[in-house]
């Protein structure tokens, strides 16, 4: 058997683990070969003990046997590239499993042959830095809690923890939740809960690292809909201080002298327009008008304030007030 065969067979092996079922002139597209060619391709598959079942029809079609025990593992170079980057990144994640992705690490590369062994060993990389201690996910917590989403089960849980982002349910020493969770998302190396709050009769958001559910699953619910159809807009939007909408509450438009590479830097959620090679224009937004200008005073350079007019006023105000802190007494 050739390296390109058996490269081809791997392939092969990745679709059919990855779909229940393809017809043989799919896979023929896919591996760019005849239909007979994926016939034997099969048959070798076969003689590795792989069950593998096929239809007659006008195509033809093959799928794994359900529930049969399929033998060790084989994986493609892009499959094994794609494994060490997941596992060495497993930090970043925010869940409590540091040591068991690399054990799993570990335990798939000695499986692996010498050639992707190598590839794996020369992913390294920085940047995946874990979060702290006490807010790292539970993994038994999160999988209870997307369990509950996914089949729609009423979840009851103490929510304990220090200060909160205005955008999630604050912890304060209350009864248990009681709500309908929707959807379990992942935001900046932290995990949230988009539920429905039994209780307030309102949409919460909650960090899955301050959840300790009190009891199994209960009751099955009906699943709602939210304000704004989706969970990553709901919660982008909480962040915002909407309740529906992603956008800040305060949006001001100014004019600030200094390079718009310079300003996209610094400022990644504004939209910056370059007026010349020294100055952009951009909009901006914050929880307040205040919050603007403390954002646009850190570049250290001239700025014009261009609308609306609270922002106007709002400068106008820090003005004084920052002439007044520099007075001596």
Request: hydrophobic share 40%; glycine share 6%; proline share 5%.
């Amino acid at each position: 058997m050739t390296s390109a065969t058996s490269s081809r067979i791997l392939t092969l092996l990745s679709l059919l683990q990855t779909r229940r079922e393809w017809s043989g002139l799919e896979l023929a597209e896919r591996l760019d070969v005849t239909p007979r060619t994926v016939r034997r391709d099969i048959d070798r598959l076969r003689e590795l003990d792989y069950r593998i079942e096929a239809w007659k029809g006008p195509a033809g079609g093959y799928r794994l046997a359900a529930g049969s025990e399929l033998p060790p593992l084989r994986f493609d170079d892009e499959q094994a590239v794609a494994i060490a980057v997941a596992l060495r990144g497993a930090p970043a994640l925010g869940v409590d499993i540091d040591d068991a992705a690399a054990r799993a690490l570990e335990t798939v590369r000695q499986v692996m042959p010498s050639r992707l062994r190598h590839r794996v060993d020369g992913i390294r990389f920085t940047g995946a830095t874990g979060a702290r201690a006490s807010e790292l996910v539970d993994p038994a917590v999160l999988e209870l809690v997307s369990r509950a989403a996914q089949e729609h089960r009423v979840l009851r849980f103490d929510y304990a923890g220090g200060s909160s982002h205005a955008a999630v349910d604050v912890a304060t020493p209350t009864p248990p939740r009681r709500v309908e969770p929707h959807t379990v998302l992942a935001r900046n190396g932290r995990w949230y809960l988009v539920a429905w709050n039994l209780d307030r009769s309102e949409w919460r958001v909650y960090r899955v690292d301050r959840i300790a559910p009190r009891s199994q699953l209960g009751a099955r619910f009906e699943e709602r809909r939210l304000p704004s159809g989706d969970a990553a807009a709901f919660l982008a939007a909480r962040f915002t201080g909407s309740s529906a909408e992603d956008r800040w509450p305060c949006t001001g438009d100014l004019l600030l002298r200094v390079p718009a590479r310079e300003a996209t830097k610094w400022l990644p959620d504004a939209t910056v327009a370059e007026v010349d090679d020294s100055s952009c224009r951009l909009l901006l937004g914050s929880w307040s008008w205040t919050g603007i200008l403390a954002s646009i005073t850190r570049f250290d350079a001239d700025f014009t304030v261009l609308g609306p007019q609270q922002l106007v006023e709002a400068s106008t105000a820090l003005a004084e007030r920052l002439a007044s802190a520099s007075r001596r007494p």
